[in-house]
């Protein structure tokens, strides 16, 4: 099970990552090519979301004692989901922009061109600060994953140590059993010698 969830993961990643590259490009494209890069964003991001929903479905399989580490990296995906959604919805609005501009035939009006200028400046520094947003968020989910990791096999070592003293304490009562057995036994010889059977 846990294969077939790593196997959705790094699809998520690659799908993800072709996702972020193609919203960037996006108010920066001609008209025509924005237009079927928006196409083709929507569809991948609905392939995204199914992706999160299989991942869901396996992690619900999980026994619970080992599902929490998963959990989390499954919060933190659903986060970089909403992430890309904002993105390309603002991504949207600057590419919506430049249409109607030049639908009015805004484009020789200096004022308009240095806002939408000044919008893809700013989607672009958007973009690298969500993209270091998003590696803050996966080295954290990592470095959370670690500890559980560390905290499970902690877990289990004092899982063992009692199962360890339980064993020592079971073999020490069967060899007082032993011994007692033993003293009864010579008690019994003891007294069938004292006491011969009358023939």
């Known amino acids: 099970m846990s294969s077939d969830f790593e196997g959705y993961e790094q699809d998520f990643a690659v799908l993800t990552a072709e996702i972020t590259s193609k919203i960037a490009r996006v108010p920066r494209l001609p008209p025509d090519e924005k237009k079927q890069m928006v196409g083709h964003v929507e569809k991948q991001l609905e392939e995204a979301k199914e992706l999160l929903e299989q991942m869901d479905l396996e992690v619900r399989e999980i026994p619970p004692q080992s599902r929490g580490m998963y959990s989390n990296r499954m919060r933190s995906y659903k986060q970089e989901m909403g992430k890309l959604e904002t993105d390309f919805k603002r991504s949207r609005i600057a590419y919506s922009d430049e249409v109607r501009n030049e639908?009015?035939?805004?484009?020789?009006?200096?004022?308009?061109?240095?806002?939408?200028?000044?919008?893809?400046?700013?989607?672009?520094?958007?973009?690298?600060?969500?993209?270091?947003?998003?590696?803050?968020?996966?080295?954290?989910?990592?470095?959370?994953?670690?500890?559980?990791?560390?905290?499970?096999?902690?877990?289990?070592?004092?899982?063992?140590?009692?199962?360890?003293?339980?064993?020592?304490?079971?073999?020490?009562?069967?060899?007082?059993?032993?011994?007692?057995?033993?003293?009864s036994s010579r008690v019994l010889t003891g007294m069938l010698r004292r006491h011969p059977r009358r023939k």
């Open 103 to 183: 639908l009015l035939g805004d484009d020789g009006n200096s004022s308009e061109n240095q806002l939408i200028k000044l919008r893809e400046e700013r989607a672009h520094l958007l973009d690298n600060t969500e993209r270091l947003e998003r590696s803050s968020r996966r080295l954290e989910a990592g470095y959370q994953i670690a500890v559980e990791t560390e905290q499970i096999g902690q877990e289990m070592l004092e899982n063992l140590s009692h199962d360890r003293e339980k064993i020592q304490r079971a073999r020490e009562r069967l060899r007082e059993t032993d011994a007692n057995l033993g003293k």
